[in-house]
């Protein structure tokens, strides 16, 4: 179905996202048009990135109008470093007028328990996939602390690093990886994001 949406990307590496609208022509293809979303596809590559349709639209102008209610001050990069989104929601990440507020708002009542369970659902996967990856790397870190620890270490065993989701074997991945890798702030190496 081709019509205005909000869409939502997921970092699938560390959790981080992006919501944006889009006008409905080639969505399957479309990613994003965020500064720091297109520096994240750089640097994760764009296979570790997941993307949903939130909410769909008649038209584009309800779209920005309720991208403006999602994606709020609160919300963008400079206070929650979670978020790819660089200013508020809305056409150009521009000011919301008394009319635009008063329709969002009329919106919003006549769509919230779709809302509500679209924007759950979202909330509830991306809480599940972020602690399955807490486990997993968790489990990956002290799984191969024993096994040095222990003198037991083989360097043929798959290894996965909890800072960039990197897997691979030997010394390479303690060398380049682990509390060496260059997205742990603990790191010589951090490069930050």
């Known amino acids: 179905m081709d019509k205005p949406h909000i869409y939502k990307i997921t970092n699938n590496v560390n959790g981080k996202y992006y919501y944006g609208v889009h006008n409905g022509s080639d969505t399957a293809n ?21 993307k949903e349709i939130l909410l769909w639209f008649d038209t584009e102008a309800e779209a920005y109008e309720y ?10 990069n400079k206070n929650n470093p979670q978020c790819y989104n660089l200013v508020k929601g809305g056409v150009g990440g521009g000011e919301f007028t008394e009319e635009m ?10 769509n919230k328990d779709t809302l509500v369970s679209q924007l759950t659902k979202a ?47 030997g010394s390479t991945m303690k060398r380049w990886h682990f509390d060496n890798c260059a997205n742990n702030p603990s790191s010589k190496r951090y490069i930050g994001e």
């Open 30 to 50: 479309y990613e994003g048009s965020g500064k720091l979303l297109k520096q994240a596809y750089k640097k994760h590559g764009k296979a570790n990135f997941s």
């Open 101 to 110: 507020h008063n329709k969002a708002k009329k919106w919003r009542k006549e």
């Open 67 to 76: 991208e403006g209610v999602i994606v709020s001050e609160k919300m963008i």
């Open 123 to 169: 909330g509830r996967k991306a809480a599940s996939l972020q602690h399955v990856r807490n486990i997993r790397s968790k489990t990956a870190v002290n799984s191969t602390k024993k096994a040095i620890e222990s003198g037991n270490h083989v360097s043929h065993q798959q290894h996965c690093c909890p800072y960039c989701g990197k897997e691979g074997r």
